[in-house]
Structure formats: structure tokens, C-alpha cells
């Protein structure tokens, strides 16, 4: 139990009497709206006698925190991953303006590739605004976005799994491991209500757009049933923030119709499916995309192992999560950023090999 010098007046959950005290193990945990819990008490013998119907809302609200937490990782790890296999030759922003019932549309228009490696630099320059580039990082990457993040989404949300004690709050007692959700599944979704669409041109012609609004998302359900879409890449449609939201929220207020529902996994299988029946070009691209989402995930098993694991991590601290969430980022960052010019490096130096065996 935590005491707090605030202005404002609370009282115990218990006995009524004014409180100061709030509940270390749930305090500022998200509530099943997306708010925040705090559960106040006089001192700590009112506590002790509400510990038995407290535990499972602390643990429910504990559960909920990791959840956003994992979901801001995924998000912003997306955004990485995204950001190291750039190959988007992006050449003007024609159009950015307010259209009736679209919201905010903008067109893009696709330049010339410059031929210095298959990864382009992201370039901030057109795009200074970080929303922005989180619109465009994230823009037609929805499918690849699922099938590249699902192996992270299963090991973070491995690491949710709770330690709770079975004794009083308060005593002592053996603590026992039990996993904190039942569910994940891959969905496809038609969306409504977006407050921005991109269309991509290459030269007049529109290659990819958002108009159509369809849509894939993560719906993770919790042991206690509660249910939540994980959406990593809604910036693309102008939703910035945190990438977790009660899923009946979520349909009621972004979502026309409901597509289709598969198991973890599936839209990676699909996507490696449709490239092997591809022209070669489309087969190149997949298998560079697998080969560096692979090293993606051992980078994330390399920095689990030399510093703490997810689980650790989910259940640290505000503060001491955040220093290890920080340093997961910077580290992906920056070895994502070496495998990328690596890669460049190598394809470049084939290529010139190649040249040099034809011309003789």
C-alpha cells in the first residue's frame, strides 16, 4: 500500500473514512474502458479484510496493463521493422487536403528507385510531423504488419503471464504462474469512420489506397473474458496513441463489418503462399522480407537473453518499465538500421560481381 499527498479527497473502498493509501499492485492500471484503476484504503487492516474480494480485480487490472504495454512494444517495434526494410521511392505529397466525408486525403506519388540497394533511407524530410510518418511507415503494410509481428505478439503476450499470491495481502504465501489470456486471433475488418486515407500514385495511376478501408487487426482475449483488438498499424487512417482498445469499443466505433477470423499465424501462411504462385519478382520480395523478419526475431531473443526477459519486463515498475522498454527500442533501432546496410552492402556487391562476370 501507497500513500499519496493529493488536494483531492478519497475514501476507503472499505470503511468510507477518508483515505490516502492506494493499492500498489493495481494503481494506474487501465480499467476495462481504457481509464485508470485506483483503489483506495484508511490503512492497511481495511486492506487485509478486502484482499479476498480485491485479488482477482488487482490481478484483472495488472493483466490489462501488461496488455497495453505489450501493445505499445508491438506498435512501436512495427514501426521499426517498417522503417529498416523501407524500399518506397516516395517522390512528392501532391495532395493533402480536407475532403467531404473522407476526412483528410493525401496523395503520394512514387518516384524512381535510385538503385543504391534494394532498402531506401526513410527520409523525414517531407514527412517532419511524427504522425505523419507513422501514416506512412504503417500505409498498405496492414497484412505484413500481422505476419510479421505474430511471433512478437506471442512471445510478449507469453510474458504477460501472472505471478499472484494465493495467501492475504500482505502474507506471505507460494506464488503460482498462470497465463492471463485465452485467445489471439488474426481479423479482417472493413472500416468506417476513418479520419484520413492515403492514395499512392505511380505517376497517374493509383496503385495502393486506403478508400476501400479494409483492414487486419489482432483481437487478443483475456482469461477473464475480457477482449481487445491489438491494431499496430491504424496511423495509416489518422488513429494515433496506444494501439490496444476494448474490442466491443472498437467495433462499435471503427468498424463496418467483420471479414473474416483466423488463427495466430494464417496471414503469414496465406502471404507465403500467394508469393510462391507469384511472378519472380513478387517471390524476391517475400523471401527478402521473411529473411529479414527472422533476424528481427532473434534480435529480440539476443536482447531478451542479455538483458531481461519479456515477463520481466511487462512487470516492472512505471519507471523501471519504461528504462527497459527504451532500451529494447534502441537496441532493435540500431541493429535493424546495421542488418539493413549490411543487406544493401551484400546485394550491391552481387550485383557488381554479376557485371563484372558478363563483361568478361
Known amino acids: 500500500m501507497e500513500s499519496h499527498t493529493r488536494l483531492e479527497t478519497h475514501t476507503c473502498v472499505v470503511c468510507s473514512k477518508v483515505a490516502e493509501?492506494?493499492?500498489r499492485g493495481c494503481k494506474a492500471t487501465p480499467d476495462d474502458t481504457g481509464g485508470l484503476t485506483a483503489v483506495y484504503y484508511c490503512d492497511s487492516t481495511c486492506q487485509r479484510s478486502d484482499w479476498k474480494s480485491h485479488k482477482p480485480v488487482c490481478r484483472t487490472s495488472k493483466d490489462r496493463q501488461a496488455l497495453f504495454r505489450a501493445g505499445q512494444?508491438?506498435?512501436?517495434?512495427?514501426?521499426?521493422?517498417?522503417?529498416?526494410?523501407?524500399?518506397?521511392?516516395?517522390?512528392?505529397?501532391?495532395?493533402?487536403?480536407?475532403?467531404?466525408?473522407?476526412?483528410?486525403l493525401w496523395e503520394i506519388v512514387d518516384g524512381e528507385h535510385p538503385n543504391t540497394g534494394y532498402?531506401?533511407?526513410?527520409?523525414?524530410?517531407?514527412?517532419?510531423?511524427?504522425?505523419?510518418?507513422?501514416?506512412?511507415?504503417?500505409?498498405?503494410?496492414?497484412?505484413?504488419?500481422?505476419?510479421?509481428?505474430?511471433?512478437?505478439?506471442?512471445?510478449?503476450?507469453?510474458?504477460?503471464?501472472?505471478?499472484?499470491?494465493?495467501?492475504?495481502?500482505?502474507?506471505?504465501?507460494a506464488d503460482k504462474t498462470t497465463d492471463t489470456y485465452s485467445d489471439i486471433r488474426e481479423v479482417t475488418v472493413r472500416l468506417k469512420n476513418a479520419p484520413m486515407r492515403i492514395i499512392r500514385y505511380r505517376g497517374s495511376n493509383p496503385i495502393i489506397q486506403s478508400l476501400a478501408l479494409r483492414h487486419e487487426v489482432f483481437r487478443v482475449t483475456l482469461t477473464n473474458g475480457e477482449a481487445y483488438a491489438l491494431d499496430i498499424t491504424a496511423a495509416q487512417y489518422g488513429w494515433y496513441g496506444s494501439a490496444v482498445m476494448p474490442w466491443d469499443r472498437y467495433l462499435k466505433e471503427r468498424v463496418a463489418e467483420v471479414k473474416d477470423v483466423r488463427e495466430l499465424g494464417q496471414t503469414a501462411q496465406t502471404l507465403r503462399a500467394e508469393a510462391q504462385a507469384s511472378a519472380r519478382d513478387v517471390q524476391l520480395e517475400h523471401q527478402i522480407t521473411e529473411k529479414m523478419t527472422g533476424c528481427f526475431d532473434a534480435l529480440l531473443k539476443a536482447w531478451?537473453?542479455?538483458?531481461?526477459?519479456?515477463?520481466?519486463?511487462?512487470?516492472?515498475?512505471?519507471?523501471?518499465?519504461?528504462?527497459?522498454?527504451?532500451?529494447?527500442?534502441?537496441?532493435?533501432?540500431?541493429?535493424?538500421?546495421?542488418?539493413?546496410?549490411?543487406?544493401?552492402?551484400?546485394?550491391?556487391?552481387?550485383?557488381?560481381?554479376?557485371?563484372?562476370?558478363k563483361s568478361t
Not at 319 to 347: A, I, Q, Y
Request: aromatic share 10%; with cysteine; charged share 30%.
Open 73 to 104: 512494444i508491438v506498435q512501436r517495434l512495427c514501426y521499426t521493422f517498417r522503417r529498416a526494410t523501407w524500399s518506397w521511392p516516395i517522390a512528392k505529397v501532391r495532395n493533402k487536403r480536407k475532403e467531404e466525408g473522407f476526412g483528410v
Open 304 to 357: 531478451q537473453r542479455d538483458n531481461t526477459t519479456f515477463k520481466a519486463m511487462l512487470r516492472c515498475p512505471e519507471v523501471e518499465f519504461g528504462e527497459k522498454r527504451n532500451s529494447l527500442l534502441e537496441f532493435m533501432e540500431e541493429r535493424m538500421s546495421w542488418l539493413k546496410d549490411d543487406f544493401n552492402d551484400g546485394m550491391n556487391e552481387g550485383a557488381r560481381a554479376a557485371k563484372a562476370a
Open 119 to 173: 532498402f531506401l533511407p526513410f527520409t523525414t524530410d517531407m514527412f517532419p510531423d511524427i504522425k505523419d510518418q507513422e501514416a506512412i511507415l504503417t500505409h498498405g503494410g496492414c497484412e505484413h504488419a500481422i505476419a510479421g509481428m505474430d511471433y512478437l505478439v506471442m512471445d510478449l503476450l507469453k510474458g504477460m503471464s501472472s505471478v499472484c499470491a494465493d495467501a492475504e495481502a500482505g502474507s506471505k504465501g
Open 21 to 23: 493509501s492506494v493499492c
